[in-house]
C-alpha cells in the first residue's frame, strides 16, 4: 500500500517535479492530457489512454512518444499502491519555443496521483450552449470554457453544461460524452467531439452484450424523442442526465445498471 506521505504524487518524467520543472507548464498553457482511474495496478481502456496520448503527441508537437516511457512513469507514480487512485498524465515540452512552436520538440510526462473520489450518483440537469472545442478530437489543456459554461450553467440553477454546434446538434459535455437510449438501444451524437476512452469502453462493453449503439446527428430540437440520456467519463462510468434545457429524460436505474455491467466486461490492464 503507497505511504501516507506519497499518496499524492507530482511527477515530470518519473522523477519528483519540482517548481522549476512546472514553470513551462504554467507560462504557456499548450500541450494535452488523459485522465485514468487505476485500481490494483490496473487500468480499463490502457491501451486506448495511450492510442491517445500518442496520436495527440505528434500532433501537437510534431515527435513520437513511446508508450512504454509513458507506463514506466505511471508506474512509478502508483508506487505498487493497490488502492483506487486517480491518475492524470500531462503532456507538455519545456523546449516549446513560443515564438516558433511549429518546430518539433521533444514532449514531457507529468503524472499526478491521488486517491480516487468516490462517483456521485444523482441524475444531472444539463443546460445547453452553442460552442465547439477547438481541435475537439484531442483532449488538450484548454479547459477555460469548458468550467466556464459549468460556472454558467450552474448560475441558471442546473448541474452541468452541454454543448451543441452550429447546426444544432448535441456534441459533448463539459468533461464528458453524452449518451441517449430511444427504447431499444444506445445513441451517440456524431458531431465534433473527443472521442472518449469510457464511451470507447461502453461500445464495446454493448456490442459484447447484444445491445444496439449507433452513432448519428443527434438535433438538440429532437432529444425529447430519446427515453433517457446518461454521460460518461473517465471518473464516472455512467451517470444518469434528468434534463436537458426543458426537456425531462426518465431516470431510469435498470438502464443504469446494464451500462455499467456492458462497461465492466472489459478487462482491466495492468499499467
Given at each position: ?26 507560462a ?6 488523459s ?12 491501451d ?21 516511457r ?10 505498487g ?19 516558433q ?45 469548458l ?21 444544432g ?57 430519446f ?6 467519463n ?38
Amino acid at each position: 500500500m503507497m505511504a501516507e506521505t506519497t499518496r499524492h504524487r507530482i511527477e515530470l518524467n518519473g522523477a519528483p517535479a519540482t517548481v522549476e520543472d512546472l514553470r513551462a507548464l504554467v507560462a504557456t498553457n499548450y500541450g494535452h492530457f488523459s485522465a485514468l482511474r487505476v485500481h490494483d495496478g490496473a487500468v480499463r481502456g490502457l491501451d486506448l489512454h495511450l492510442d491517445r496520448i500518442e496520436a495527440a503527441t505528434r500532433e501537437l508537437f510534431g515527435m513520437p512518444i513511446a508508450r512504454e516511457r509513458v507506463r514506466e512513469c505511471l508506474r512509478h507514480a502508483i508506487d505498487g499502491s493497490d488502492a483506487p487512485l486517480a491518475l492524470r498524465v500531462n503532456v507538455f515540452s519545456r523546449a516549446l519555443n513560443r515564438d516558433q512552436p511549429a518546430a518539433p520538440v521533444e514532449a514531457d510526462v507529468l503524472v499526478t496521483a491521488m486517491p480516487a473520489a468516490g462517483a456521485s450518483s444523482s441524475a444531472l440537469r444539463v443546460k445547453s450552449f452553442p460552442y465547439t472545442r477547438t481541435l475537439p478530437h484531442v483532449k488538450h489543456v484548454g479547459t477555460f470554457p469548458l468550467f466556464h459554461f459549468r460556472r454558467l450553467a450552474q448560475q441558471d440553477g442546473f448541474d452541468d453544461a452541454v454543448f451543441v454546434d452550429a447546426a444544432g446538434r448535441v456534441e459533448e459535455g463539459s468533461i464528458w460524452n453524452i449518451g441517449f437510449f430511444d427504447g431499444e438501444g444506445i445513441v451517440w451524437s456524431d458531431a465534433p467531439q473527443l472521442t472518449g476512452v469510457s464511451m470507447q469502453l461502453l461500445q464495446s462493453g454493448l456490442a459484447r452484450a447484444g445491445v444496439t449503439s449507433t452513432v448519428r446527428s443527434i438535433p438538440l430540437r429532437d432529444i425529447g424523442r430519446f427515453r433517457s440520456a446518461f454521460f460518461t467519463n473517465s471518473s464516472t462510468p455512467v451517470r444518469l442526465i434528468a434534463r436537458i434545457d426543458d426537456v425531462e429524460f426518465a431516470v431510469d436505474h435498470e438502464l443504469e445498471a446494464r451500462l455499467v455491467a456492458a462497461y465492466e466486461t472489459n478487462v482491466p490492464q495492468f499499467v
